[in-house]
């Protein structure tokens, strides 16, 4: 979207279903084409919320992109005319994407509620910059260490921060019971 390219107040958002995993291909595709279609008074935003999901396989820690909403893409966009009437050029464009199954609620879509919109932002904020671990754990929950000084023994998590991702756990030492301080990806279930 151009700086100059101001959003209409008649813009709102919708849902499109897409083929699974074929979110990022619908995105980049609308993205590239609307101004070569010439879309730019109809369309204004493709929305593809992700998080970066972190987990430890064979004691290596690997990230990856997770999208928060499977299936789906957002778009912000100007389909109804001052009648209420679908306008054809941007609705065949979006819905003739390859990938495009079609618009969450069929031949007539709802625009999204506001709080449903705000919701969706209010994820994409708090998932921004930070990794979410794959697997979330619980206080009282017994985990095996598997990375750091403390590697194979177990213990019990006695406090979770998930701001920081980092977990408080009591580790026995030499039958005593001491609080160490791990990141998420540090540790795993013991049923794993």
């Keep these: ?6 959003v209409p107040a008649t813009a709102q958002w919708f849902a499109l279903h897409t083929l699974s995993g074929q979110e990022n291909k619908v995105k980049a595709y609308i993205d590239k084409f609307t101004a070569v279609e010439e879309l730019q008074d109809y369309i204004f935003e493709v929305l593809l919320p992700t998080e970066v999901v972190s987990e430890v396989k064979n004691g290596k820690k690997s990230t990856k992109v997770r999208k928060l909403y499977p299936g789906y893409v957002f778009i912000q966009m100007h389909l109804y005319d001052g009648d209420g009437k679908v306008i054809n050029k941007p609705w065949y464009f979006v819905k003739e994407v390859n990938g495009v199954i079609g618009f969450v609620g069929g031949e007539r879509p709802a625009a999204l509620k506001q709080s449903d919109v705000d919701e969706i932002f209010a994820r994409i904020e708090a998932a921004n910059g930070k990794e ?7 206080v009282g929950e017994e985990v095996k260490i598997t990375d750091g000084a403390f590697t194979n023994l177990t213990g019990r998590i006695d406090e979770i ?29 013991l049923t794993e």
């Design 1 to 6: 979207m151009s700086a100059e390219t101001s």
């Design 132 to 138: 979410v671990p794959k697997v979330q754990y619980s």
């Design 161 to 189: 921060d998930p701001e920081r991702g980092k977990l408080k756990i009591s580790v026995s030492i030499f039958g005593r019971f001491t609080p160490v301080e791990l990141e998420y990806w540090q540790v795993q279930r």
